[in-house]
């Protein structure tokens, strides 16, 4: 199968690891990675600021970047989010927006996959970000994949559903919120013990682990994918 990878602009400056991450993971399950290198931002963060106009071409160029693709996959469930529930209304009549799927929904639901064949003997907890809970209903789709990776010990993150108090642009209109919300989860993830916090979106995990690090806690991030590509 040829598998269109859309990165994100957010994972393709700070986080290309985990694109590289992604493209392991299903070249070891024996499919085609298609990289358009045109791709460019989804306009999350336009039109969460009220620039719906401007978002509008980004919309449209996304639909032609990925054009004749049967299946297009993002490590990000809030870009996914923005382009399934947005991009419909933004492009012109008759254009057609390609299926997008976030990853841990790619394997699952698409491929019928829950063993990756990855190896990561480390205490695990997982964050369920707010669009891959709340937009996308990935319920157990991430754990499933999580915990079918051979040794790694899944822990229960207390208050596992309360926003992490990112929000992209949330977090720079109201930083006091969002730093006191942080502070909570990121508390809540260090009552686990666990070794490694995992996400599946960059910007929360970015987020928690700014407070973790400048706690110096010995708690790091990683996204699903990153764990998923393990063994390799």
Request: charged letters at 20%; hydrophobic letters at 45%.
């Amino acid at each position: 199968m040829r598998v269109g990878l859309f990165l994100t602009c957010l994972n393709d400056m700070l986080f290309a690891g985990v694109g590289k991450a992604v493209v392991r993971v299903l070249e070891r399950l024996g499919h085609e990675v298609v990289f358009p290198l045109a791709q460019t931002c989804c306009g999350q963060a336009h039109l969460n600021t009220g620039y719906r106009s401007e978002c509008a071409p980004l919309a449209r160029k996304f639909a032609t970047d990925f054009a004749g693709l049967d299946h297009v996959v993002s490590p990000s469930a809030s870009c996914v989010a923005m382009v399934r529930e947005h991009h419909p209304a933004l492009v012109a009549p008759g254009v057609r927006v390609p299926p997008v799927h976030e990853f841990t929904e790619f394997l699952v639901d698409v491929l019928g996959v829950t063993d990756v064949g990855a190896v990561f003997p480390h205490r695990v907890t997982y964050h369920p970000t707010c669009h891959g809970l709340r937009a996308l209903n990935l319920g157990d789709r991430p754990t499933a994949l999580l915990r079918a990776v051979r040794g790694l010990s899944l822990v229960d993150l207390p208050e596992a559903t309360q926003c992490c108090g990112f929000g992209g642009t949330f977090a720079l209109k109201n930083a006091d919120t969002s730093v006191a919300m942080g502070t909570d989860k990121a508390r809540h993830v260090l009552a686990t013990d666990a070794e490694v916090l995992a996400a599946v979106d960059n910007s929360c995990l970015m987020h928690i682990g700014g407070l973790l690090s400048r706690w110096r806690a010995a708690t790091r991030v990683l996204h699903v994918a990153e764990i998923l590509a393990s063994g390799d």
